[in-house]
């Protein structure tokens, strides 16, 4: 059994880890719950405590990996103009999927109408963070303390350092190359690092969603039905219509090339829930089996995990027309324009809040008129929701760190066409490593 075990693909661990995990969640839910041993020893304790150290794992090189990729990126730039071309591209295609995601999101939700006849009340409170001022934004973009920046993963701030940095190695010329070197030796490690969480990611994620879906409330399901199919199916017209197109449109690449290329990182996005955590996945899959040049991958993922959301302004489109329809109060064309344009706009303006997506929400709420307690409505589902719209989120941008590659001629073609293009380099010989 465990020799058949290590002849299964990446892919097929971790779907079968979730798989498993899904049915032990569930056995124990409708077999154990409400048994304390359980609780505390099983569901809150081993999975927990494997789970928790899983995510930490992820979490523990994504600050490394941004620092390290990004100045190796920067400093192999040959001119300053050419970063100029990459931010002005990359952040143009973020805000455009952004405005058309909320913009679907919108117009299922008018046509399929989830709160329609639902006459919901709440009298739960919802206190959600404020989100900052625009200027204030800006401002913090800038490091005062990049050491501290690096100690609490900031990633905007980490960005903006590491290419100044990057720069400033390129300017130094020779007396730069070296330390050019080590970064470059730096990175090759951390990527290594990646490929070995990787390896170990079946058991994890195993155990993230057996706790999950042993504590989750299915009723909550039940009871939003209408509003979690609408809300799942806009998300998925938006990667099979909106993605495709604009990859094949732009870069001539195949659609499905790339979402079978793109299967672990979206189930370790799926499982973790978190943009941030999955960075070295989704940069490891860009470079290694996507063929994208580390120059690109190394300023595009990061950028994307803050500024990128299309998932979450999808949630907010059906979320907003959902909880005006369930308080039954109606909604002109200048307030969809308005919701619109405030999604799109607060995706970059509370990139760096913590709940994110129900901080953009009240914004949201707010600039239409709509109580900010409705929130309260579906925060039930929305942590199975969450993952969903994670995957989402990084499948974004890997698109469109494809479409700026392919434009900037940095994209291995035969290697985004190779099946089997970096499928050694996710698979680390423990065993071989330390007989050497």
Not at 67 to 86: N, P, Q, V, Y
Not at 97 to 115: D, H, N
Not at 196 to 218: D, H, Q, R, V, W
Request: with cysteine.
């Amino acid at each position: 059994m465990i020799k058949i075990w290590k002849e299964f693909s990446l892919t097929s661990k971790v779907l079968t880890g979730m798989i498993a995990g899904l049915l032990t969640g569930l056995l124990l839910r409708s077999a154990f719950g409400g048994i304390a041993f359980v609780d505390e020893y099983i569901t809150n304790g081993l999975f927990y405590v494997i789970g928790q150290i899983f995510i930490s794992s992820l979490k523990m090189l994504v600050v490394p990996l941004i620092f390290t990729s990004i100045i190796c990126g920067t400093c192999s730039l040959t001119d300053a103009s050419t970063l100029g071309r990459l931010s002005v591209k990359t952040l143009g295609l973020y805000l455009f999927t952004t405005a058309i995601a909320i913009s679907l999101a919108i117009i299922a939700a008018v046509l399929f109408e989830p709160g329609v006849g639902a006459n919901l009340t709440t009298t739960t409170e919802f206190n959600v963070n404020e989100a900052p001022p625009l200027s204030r934004i800006l401002v913090q973009l800038f490091p005062a303390n990049p050491i501290g920046a690096l100690a609490q993963g900031d990633t905007l701030q980490i960005i903006v350092f590491a290419v100044f940095v990057g720069i400033s190695i390129s300017a130094a010329g020779v007396k730069g190359e070296r330390t050019a070197k080590l970064f470059q030796s730096l990175n090759e490690v951390m990527m290594k690092l990646v490929a070995l969480i990787m390896n170990i990611a079946p058991y994890g994620i195993f155990c993230l969603i057996a706790k999950l879906f042993s504590t989750i409330e299915l009723s909550a399901i039940a009871s939003l039905l209408k509003y979690f199919l609408v809300l799942v199916g806009a998300l998925i017209f938006h990667v099979c219509v909106t993605y495709f197109s604009l990859l094949k449109a732009f870069s001539g690449l195949s659609p499905i090339t790339f979402i079978r290329k793109m299967e672990d990182a979206i189930m370790f996005a799926f499982s973790t829930a978190s943009s941030n955590a999955t960075i070295p996945v989704t940069m490891e899959t860009a470079t290694m089996r996507l063929g994208v040049s580390n120059r690109i991958a190394s300023f595009t993922i990061p950028l994307g995990s803050t500024v990128n959301m299309d998932g979450t302004a999808i949630m907010q489109g059906v979320a907003t027309v959902f909880i005006a329809q369930a308080f039954s109060i109606h909604l002109g064309l200048s307030d969809y324009i308005t919701v619109i344009l405030t999604a799109t706009l607060a995706s970059i303006g509370t990139a760096g809040v913590p709940g994110v997506g129900l901080v953009m929400l009240s914004m949201v709420l707010q600039q239409v008129g709509l109580p900010v307690e409705g929130i309260a409505l579906i925060v039930g589902v929305d942590r199975l929701l969450d993952m969903v719209r994670t995957a989402v989120n990084i499948t974004g941008d890997s698109v469109v760190t494809c479409i700026v590659a392919k434009s900037e001629g940095d994209l291995d073609i035969d290697a985004f066409n190779n099946p089997n293009a970096g499928v050694e380099e996710e698979t680390i010989d423990l065993q071989r490593v330390y007989q050497k």
